[in-house]
Structure formats: C-alpha cells, structure tokens
C-alpha cells in the first residue's frame, strides 16, 4: 500500500475519498473481514492443565505405589483375613495420594497463569473513531472499521487501524510502541519505494499508535489480524513458551532417579521371591504381597517425591526475594532462569534510554553550555562545558524565552505526581529545559506591565519548510520567533549573537556548523532557534516567506533520548559476570550506536551495527555465524529480534529479552526469559513477560541475575540434602532385604527396615522443611564474579554426585546398623523400625547444617540462617512426638522409646557428618 499512489489505494479499496462508504457496503465487509480486533489465543482449561499435572514422571511412580498398597490390602482383606495389615496398607495408599495432591495442585497453582497478551492488545483498541459513512462524519466503535473506511484524526487520537494517509497537515505520530523510537514521525501521503522499511513508510498510520501533533485523513487499508499489530499477536500465538533451564535439569534427572527406582524395585521383588524359593521351594502370593508391600517403601524412598513442593517453596522464597528489589516475577520457574542467562537482548528506547526527549546540551550566545538531569521532571543544573561553574543567565536567557514562546507542548503533573507531556516531544523537550532555567511559558504571558508578552500569530511547523514560527508582542516591542533545522535556519539569518555582539552569518556559520556536527556526532538530534525585530505593521500584516527572513541565530539545542543513568554501571557489573548485553532495537543506527558506546556495549565509536535489512538479505545460517559478535542491531522488525533471539540460543545461550513495547512481545516470548518495564511498558509487553521490572530500571535486572544465582546455589544445597537422603532410605531398605535372610529376635526377616509411611514422613517432613528453609540462605561468595552455570550441566556435577553417594551411604549403613542393633537386642518390631526411623532423621537434620554449604558445615555459621534453625527443631520435636503420640503408633507403625534410646538416635547420627566433613577440612577430599 505505502508503494502505490493514493488515488490507486481507494480505486483498489472501491472507496471514496469525499464520500466514504455506505452502510451497507460497510457492513458487508465487515462480514467478510471481522471485527477490528485481535483473534484470542485459545487457552486450555483449568481441569486439563491440573490433569496434566497428575502425569508428572514423579507423580506417575507414587500413582503406581498406591496401587501396590490397594492391591495388597485387597489381598490381606480378602485372603489373609489381616484387617490390621490391610488397614496399615490403606493408610499408606492415602498419605500417598495426599502428598499427590499437595504436589499436583502447587504445579497446577504455577502453572495455571494464562496468558492475558491478546486480551491487553484487544483492550487497547476500544475506542471510537471519527469515520466518514454515506457522506457524514460519525463517531463509530473502532471494532466496526472496515478497510475502505476514511479515518480523521487529530492530537491525541489514537490510531485504530493500520491507514494510508490520504491528507496530512503538520501530521506527527508516535509509533514506539511498533517501531522502538522515541522520536515522533512526520507523516506525508507521498508513495515510497518498495523496499521502504517498517519505521521509514511515512505515508502509513499503525494500529495502536498516538497522534502527537496535527491531522490528518486516512483510508484504513488494514484491521485486526492483517495490521501490523495483528501480525505481532499472530507472532504470539506461534511462539511456543519453551521449558526453563530448571524445568529441563529437573526432568532429566527425574527420568534418571526413575530408571533407577525401578531397576532397585525389581531387584528387591526378585531377591524376595529368589530368597523364598530358596528356603521352600516354592513362591507364595503371600511371599509376592510381602515383597510388593517391601518396594511400596523403596519406591516411595528411591523418588525424591517432596522434590516438586520443596522446588516451588525455594522459587517462591526466590520470587519474594525479587519483589522486595522491584522484580515482579510471573513465572516461579523463571526465578533461576536469571542466575543461568548468559545473554541480555534489550531494546533501547524505554530500557536503555527513558523514551524522554531530553535536552542535554545546547550553544548560545558564543557559550557551550551541558544540562543535568533527564526525562519530563524539570530539575537539574545548567552548566558552562568550558568550566562547569561560571554560568550567566545573560547568556541563554533570550535563547530559552524564545524556545519556549515558539511552542504549543506543556508538560503537567499526572494522579501519580509525575510529569507527563503533552505535544511534539521536541517542543516538550525545549519546554522542560526552560523550567529548569525557571523559564515558563504560561508565566511569561501572564506577566504584567513592562514585560506584558502577548502572541499575536502562529506559523505551524511544515515538512516542506522545516519551520516553526510565533510573532509576539512584548510590551511595545514586536519579534518573531522561529525553531527549525539548523541547516534551513541559517539559510534565513543574516548574523548570530556571539558574546551579547552581533556577528555576520559568514563568519558564524563555521562555528555553528560545527556545534552541530558536534552534537550529531553523539546521536544528539539539533534544532536552532532564532529571532528578528518586526515593525509593528510587518508582525500583524506580513506573510511568512517574508518575515522568516533577516533572522539572529539565538543557539543550538542538542536533544537525545537519554540513556537511563544506572545502565552504564550495570552493564559493567553484568560483563563482569560474563553476562553479554546486545541492544536490539528500531531505531536509527548512528543514534543506537552513539547510545551503545555511551553505555559500555561497544568499545568503539565506529563498531559495527547490523541493521534490519542486512537481516532481511541472510539465511538463518548466515545469521547463526553472526550473532556471537554482535551487540548492537538498528532498524529491526519484531520478527528481525525474533530469528536473533533463536540464532543465540542454538549457540546454548540462555537469553532474556528486555523491553516496553508491543512491538518487543513476540522477542519476549520467544526468549528464555522475558523482562518488561512495569512503569512505561505496554500491557501487551507486560503479558508476555517472565519478570517485570516494577521500578523500570536496568539495574533491577542485574540485582535479579544475581538473585538467580542464589537462588540455584540453595536448590543445589537442598538437592544435596534430598538426594543424600534418598541414598539413605533406599540403602537401610536394600540392606534389610539382603542381609537379613532369617528371623532376628522378635523381627521377621520379611521386615523392611523403615514403612512406607515413614518414608513418607521423612521426605515431606523433615527432609523438606529444612531444605526450603536453604531458600534463605544467602551466597557464600561473590556469585557475580563467576560465569553464568552451564545448563546442560547435571545437578549432579561438579562432585556433587559423589557427595550425595558417600553422605548417602554412610548414614543409610548407620539407619540398618541401628536396626540390627534393635532387632539384636530383643526389641519389637516397631521399636526397631522406629529407632531406624529417628536415626535416619536426625541424620538428615545434622545433615543439613553440612549439606547448605559447597565446602564444610565447618565453613558456614550455623545461626546466619535462623529459619533453617527453626525448620530443624520443628521437625526434630515433630519426629519425636509421633513416636510417642498412639494414633501415630498405629498409623505409622511407631512405637515409643526410653529416654537413653531417645538420647542415642539424637546425638549418635550427627558422628557421620561431623566426621566426614572434618576430614574433608583437614585433607580437602573434593569428593566428599
């Protein structure tokens, strides 16, 4: 459409420019296109999605151990007559199902966030539009346009469908939302070459954008799914949410823990079964219940079955941890995906830079002068560049009055006590400049008296002249004031005012030159000001073209989207953390660059910048081969950051995307973690995003990246602390079934060392609560001088493999030897499974203080981490308290102690640890 000829447009659109279109033919075609609006992405509903969560590998072992237990109560029902034993093997068929629904309904709770992208896309479209239909202007819901329909719109309208313009005056749009620049675009009907980009298709208005200045009259050539925005709302729907590199290590080691179960599973049934024939050569079903009810308890001990509820409250701890540095995380999943990134792709306008035109520098009356602060908030110094101090009013004064007099933008404080602006962000960028130099508009005319200021006529800014211009009366004096390029100015000046003196135009004209080249060397955009003295005959009664002669240059301003202040020095933090940042963005590339050099991204002022048509022109080859080196990309589509975003991570980069804008959700989305601004990002933005940065700054992210770290640092610890005691439990088991052929005292040689139900109660109780307690421990060292963890690395690496295999060992041999030791002495069967119990118990609570540490317990104070102090009482005096409780003695099997046994299953189980971690001290055995 921005190719072809208007008149060619509404031929092609079989629609009038004067008259618009009937009702009738409107309405059919909004048969045949739909509404103007964006298609919904299909969601699955809520009992699929916690169906689904009842598949989980783990949850499918703990689905097959209830069925053994009703199996083998239905056989003690029914053929032994057992109602004790049955009942003992339906109470562990129902803790079992509890623990399923306690784990299937935290995943269902992360999980079931929908996702809310089109919904905010179609919520930003419910407006009116101002629409020509059979011959008369009418107000009509945006959802009702059609291609064909002729559009009006003014200063503030939004953009409702995707337009060519068929009529423009002073017509400027803010497209940042699509584009990715901050600067407005002057919009023009004239056809453009084919291969025009999207930012470049002057003659075309987008869906969802903002006019800032002006009118115009347009035919809507697009609506809903076919507009620009409607592609990116396709770009959504096609983007798969991929597995977190968390999600991806635990369910290989998932997979991993359950080939391993089920090879112990059928080894013990068979040893059972072997050692029965064995003995009476013959095999029983009552032989087969006995040992199917013995791998209940080392199926249940082999799968780290709290795993999942412990791994959410750790990513919860990490979630809350977020929130209090102003990082909303939507994702729990997502919370150690930042410790793992290796790449940050953010857009710059509004990410790296405050999408605020600002003024930072500007040269008047012969001086260079720099100006603090950013943004719409009208605070910060003016200072000379020569020596930073000496500053005389006299010398920008004039300059500043007439900047802000030859302007129609204000800004005005919004609900939220922040400035907001209103009009062209060039001109709001003069006005904010003036209040801080105390220089206001609205106060300069409402003075009085000598000073009595008063407009008298307005020339409006023209694409074809480049000019803004205000005739103003002050007191009895008459000037016009005018703004524009520097280049057209000064083809209408005849001097400049140089040090309070007037100084020709020819011998000005090399300095001012060189301001500006200056000021565009660093991507600063300029624009001069200037003025004349008018009779007052020629200011009332003068035409343009002869009053905007004969001009005094005042100064040059240099204006620029300001980089955000805090950036530059998280960058550096994040390089240090061999963590790369790649600025992606729309804009032009001599502004990204100048940007990306200011921050740290590039080293040099010349570096390369890859911009949207060079990815346009490569394969995905081509583009693979090139991302590793590249850090700055201009002028790109959302599909541009997309195909770049996929190119990194087939380099196994982890990359979390960043930005604000519609036009950065797909990227978002598309990335392994999606970071949006929660102040000035768009709901679209933020629907699509993993984190929000509550704040909108930079710096949140790197306090995030190193949370991400501590937080995988504790999941490691309380792996350690799980898996160590899985080694244990299936160990003590394994040990019972193998060594313990005959009867010993009261205790039958078919008696597992430890129930089922004590299984269970050590994995959710006191394994557990210690383990998510390890949530809150904080980083031995700097993590952020380390690299980013390799994610295709086991959990298990690094030794940790052989840690959790030693520890493991040792205290599962101390739970069977505390058993012998019991069935030995004479006890009962129960108050041997229950000192097995409490000695398996205490060793993990002793175990923990060693298992939150990568070294030593010996390395890490033990009080630093109050809530893991807490967590090992509670389930110490718990564990203590079911031996002696008699409902629990019937439901678990337990039985209580004398207090000399009580005393030995505390204290005896913390040797091990201590011992084993002393000589890892002392000799600096990695492996253990």
């Known amino acids: 459409m921005y190719s072809q000829h208007r008149h060619d447009i509404l031929e092609q659109l079989e629609t009038s420019r004067h008259d618009g279109l009937t009702t009738e033919v409107a309405n059919a075609r909004l048969k045949k296109y739909g509404l103007n609006e964006m298609q919904h992405e299909q969601q699955e509903p809520g009992w699929k999605v916690f169906l689904k969560s009842l598949t989980e590998p783990i949850i499918i072992i703990l689905w097959i151990a209830i069925a053994l237990t009703l199996i083998s109560a239905s056989y003690d029902f029914l053929v032994r007559n057992d109602f004790d034993h049955g009942m003992s093997a339906i109470y562990e068929g129902l803790v079992i199902l509890i623990v399923i629904l306690v784990n299937s309904s935290l995943t269902y709770w992360q999980k079931s966030t929908a996702k809310k992208s089109l919904d905010a896309l179609s919520s930003d479209s419910r407006h009116q539009s101002n629409v020509l239909r059979d011959e008369t202007w009418q107000k009509i819901d945006a959802d009702q346009l059609v291609p064909g329909d002729i559009v009006d719109v003014k200063m503030g309208d939004f953009i409702e469908a995707d337009l060519r313009w068929l009529s423009v005056n002073e017509l400027q749009v803010n497209e940042s939302h699509l584009t990715g620049e901050a600067e407005a675009v002057e919009k023009t009907r004239d056809s453009l070459p084919e291969d025009t980009e999207l930012g470049d298709r002057t003659n075309m208005g987008f869906s969802g954008s903002t006019v800032v200045n002006g009118s115009g009259i347009g035919v809507v050539t697009a609506t809903g799914m076919q507009t620009e925005l409607g592609k990116i709302a396709d770009l959504l729907q096609q983007t798969k949410q991929e597995k977190t590199p968390i999600e991806r290590t635990v369910s290989q080691l998932t997979k991993r823990l359950m080939v391993a179960a089920a ?18 050569n013959t095999i029983s079903v009552t032989g087969l219940m006995n040992s199917i009810s013995g791998a209940i308890a080392l199926a249940v001990a082999a799968i780290p079955d709290s795993m999942p509820v412990v791994l959410s409250i750790v990513l919860t701890i990490g979630a809350r941890s977020l929130a209090r ?16 990134t290796t790449f940050i792709a953010s857009d710059k306008t509004g990410t790296l830079t405050k999408n605020e035109m600002t003024v930072t520098r500007f040269f008047s009356n012969g001086v260079n002068f720099a100006v603090d602060g950013n943004g719409y908030d009208p605070v910060g ?15 920008f004064t004039p300059f500043l009055q007439s900047a802000v ?5 204000q800004i005005q404080r919004n609900d939220a006590d922040n ?28 003075e009085t008296g000598e000073k009595d200021c008063d407009i008298l006529r307005v020339f409006p800014f023209e694409s074809t002249r480049k000019m803004m211009s205000t005739i103003i009366k002050i007191g009895d004096e008459y000037q016009i004031l005018t703004k524009g390029a520097p280049d057209v100015i000064m083809q209408h000046t005849k001097d400049a005012m140089f040090n309070n003196k007037l100084v020709s135009i020819s011998e000005a004209k090399e300095t001012l030159e060189k301001q500006v080249s200056d000021y565009a060397n660093d991507a600063l955009r300029t624009i001069a000001v200037a003025k004349r003295d008018l009779t007052k005959d020629e200011a009332l009664n003068g035409t343009q073209t002869d009053l905007e002669k004969k001009l005094t240059v005042l100064g040059i301003v240099g204006i620029i989207d300001p980089p955000r202040p805090e950036v530059k020095k998280s960058i550096a933090v994040l390089h240090k953390a061999s963590v790369e940042v790649v600025m992606i963005t729309g804009d032009h590339a001599a502004t990204a660059r100048a940007i990306a050099y200011r921050l740290g991204l590039v080293k040099d002022k010349e570096g390369r910048v890859v911009e949207g048509y060079e990815i346009e022109k490569m394969s995905d080859d081509e583009l693979f081969e090139l991302v590793p080196d590249i850090r700055v990309y201009a002028r790109v589509s959302p599909e541009h950051k997309q195909r770049i ?7 196994n980069e982890i990359v979390a995307m960043t930005g604000d804008g519609v036009n950065d959700a797909p990227a978002l989305r598309a990335a392994d973690i999606g970071i949006a601004m929660g102040i000035n990002g768009t709901e679209v933005t933020k629907d699509s995003a993993d984190l929000i940065l509550m704040d909108d700054k930079f710096t949140t992210i790197e306090k995030s990246v190193s949370a991400g770290r501590t937080i995988f640092a504790n999941i490691k610890n309380f792996m350690r602390q799980e898996l160590t005691t899985n080694v244990a439990e299936v160990l003590s088991i394994l040990l019972g079934t193998f060594l313990i052929t005959q009867p010993i005292g009261h205790v039958s040689e078919l008696t597992p060392t430890l129930t089922t139900i004590m299984v269970l109660w050590v994995n959710m109780i006191s394994d557990s609560l210690p383990s998510f307690a390890m949530g809150y421990d904080e980083p031995e060292h700097d993590i952020m001088a380390e690299k980013p963890r390799d994610v295709n690395q086991s959990l298990l690496a690094n030794h940790l493999l052989s840690r959790v295999l030693i ?13 012998y030791w019991a069935a030995s002495a004479g006890l009962q069967t129960n108050e041997a499974q229950t000192i097995a119990f409490l000695t398996l118990v205490f060793g993990q609570l002793w175990h923990a203080f060693d298992a939150r540490s990568a070294h030593t317990l010996f390395r890490r104070n033990p009080f630093s981490n109050m809530y893991l102090i807490a967590a090992v009482l509670f389930a110490g005096i718990s564990s203590l308290s079911i031996t002696m409780l008699p409902f629990f003695n019937m439901l678990m ?10 005393l030995a299953v505390i204290f005896l189980p913390a040797i091990p640890t201590f011992v084993l971690s002393g000589l890892k001290e002392i000799f600096g055995i990695k492996i253990w």
Request: charged content about 20%.
């Open 419 to 446: 400035y907001e602006p209103l009009g062209n962000p060039t001109d709001v960028a003069l006005i904010v400049l003036g209040r801080k130099a105390k220089i206001s508009r609205d106060k300069l005319l409402s």
């Open 263 to 280: 090879g112990v599973v059928v080894v013990a049934i068979t040893f059972d079964l072997v050692k029965e024939y064995l003995n009476t």
């Open 405 to 409: 007099l030859n302007n129609e933008a």
């Open 381 to 395: 110094e003016i200072h000379s560049v020569k020596d930073g101090k000496n500053v005389q009013e006299s010398d």
């Open 645 to 651: 975003i996929k190119a990194l991570q087939k380099h």
């Open 893 to 902: 099997g337990t039985s209580p102690l004398t207090w000399e046994l009580y």
């Open 325 to 340: 540095n102003n990082g909303l995380i939507k994702s729990l999943s997502s919370v150690e995906t930042l410790g793992a």
């Open 807 to 819: 520890r493991g060992f040792v205290m599962g041999l101390a739970v069977f030897v505390a058993f």
